[in-house]
């Protein structure tokens, strides 16, 4: 390296030293509207509607499970405080249990999913539960769907979940959890 080439090698550095100082030294400007959109949730597994859930017996949220049980190969996801909700979910079918007819096993038979989510909020001085729900997103044969929308959340939002529904009926397929097979046993 040359002399030349070095002194400019030091003078970049030094300038981009004093730049960086500057800026972390300067009085914060307002907030920007990037600050303010936090993070709410954000998940990387669902639970698909099995067991007790299977029904009306036990809803969750308000809403009743579907008549069959559902497995879930992968699920993540994402919603801040703006109601920018995405979900990526993979493999969301029927399982394959003798309740199933055998036609349905490992298959999803619709051809939409949709999106709930649901929070825990006020009314007056009473605590209420909110629901939202998203436009139908399509979903394929083998239980595939991207959903990408803005709900309009309550405020406050409180133990905020998100749950996969058919896209014709207000049943859950899926929720924000998991179920780890081997302590089953």
């Known amino acids: 390296m040359t002399k030349r080439n070095s002194h400019a090698l030091l ?12 800026f972390a030294a300067a009085p914060p400007a307002e907030e920007s509207v990037c600050e303010q959109v936090r993070s709410l949730i954000s998940f990387g597994s669902m639970y698909g509607v099995d067991g007790p859930f299977v029904g009306s017996v036990f ?36 399982t394959d249990d003798e309740e199933v007819p ?14 709930a989510v649901s929070c825990i909020t006020e009314q007056g ?32 939002c409180v133990a ?12 859950w397929f899926a929720v924000v959890g998991f179920e780890d097979e081997e302590e089953e046993e």
Not at 65 to 75: I, K
């Open 102 to 115: 055998p036609e349905l096993r490992g298959t999803n038979d619709e051809p939409t999913f949709r999106a």
């Open 11 to 22: 003078a970049t550095t030094a300038l981009g030293i004093i730049g960086s100082a500057a």
């Open 160 to 171: 905020p979940t998100v749950l996969i529904l058919s896209g014709s009926e207000n049943k």
């Open 59 to 94: 809803p969750l949220r308000g809403y009743p499970g579907d008549d069959l049980p559902w497995t879930v190969a992968s699920a993540h996801g994402r919603l801040d405080t703006d109601g920018h909700l995405s979900v990526r979910i993979r493999g969301l079918v029927f």
């Open 125 to 156: 001085d009473h605590v209420v539960r909110r629901n939202v729900v998203t436009e139908p997103f399509p979903a394929t044969k083998t239980g595939n769907s991207r959903i990408r929308a803005t709900v309009e959340l309550p405020n406050p």
